[in-house]
């Protein structure tokens, strides 16, 4: 396994439409394993493969209940709503209020081609829609209500 670097909001890939994964073969499966890597590293909850250059639909997600590995995901359910801080790997500095369902259904493939059903409230419905926009171009700034710096947060935090 390896660690990524990760692209930054400079980064021209970020904002590309990612093409769907068509064969998972070696090579997917270790850029999946690479991604973990990654994320864990930088002490992220997901990441998506455009992140780390790469313009295919891949996303990993962990918020606290173990590896999710997700091949072409789609939103096929919402519902409800939140409105919550969220902040981005690729946007390190900012952080903003966005407003996403509380609550949704993805449909993908799992590593082994399996069809699988993820459900998701909460922190993990946000992670969800955060990633699979990535693989859009959609960076969580476009959504944002409103943006603040590092510092802002910083001081935010210890009132």
């Known amino acids: 396994m390896a660690i990524r670097n990760i692209r930054t909001d400079d980064d021209e890939v970020l904002r590309k439409k990612s093409k769907e994964v068509d064969v998972i073969n070696d090579k997917i499966i270790t850029l999946l394993e690479d991604m973990a890597d990654t994320m864990y590293e930088a002490d992220g909850v ?3 493969a455009p992140q780390i250059g790469i313009l295919k639909r891949l996303v ?3 918020v606290g209940d173990g590896l999710l590995e997700l091949i072409n995901p789609k939103i096929v359910e919402q519902s409800g709503e ?3 801080l969220e902040g981005c790997l690729s946007l ?5 209020d966005v407003k996403r369902p509380a609550y949704v259904v993805v449909e993908a493939l799992n590593a ?3 069809k699988i059903v993820v459900e998701g409230e909460d922190l993990l419905a946000r992670a969800l829609c955060h990633e699979i926009d990535h693989l859009d171009g959609i960076l969580f ?3 944002a209500i409103k943006l603040i710096d590092k510092d802002e947060l910083e ?3 210890k009132r």
């Open 46 to 48: 997901g990441l998506a």
């Open 60 to 62: 990993v997600i962990d």
């Open 82 to 84: 939140q409105i919550e």
């Open 92 to 96: 390190p500095t900012i952080y903003g």
């Open 112 to 114: 082994k081609g399996e």
């Open 141 to 143: 700034k476009d959504r």
């Open 155 to 157: 001081k935010k935090r």
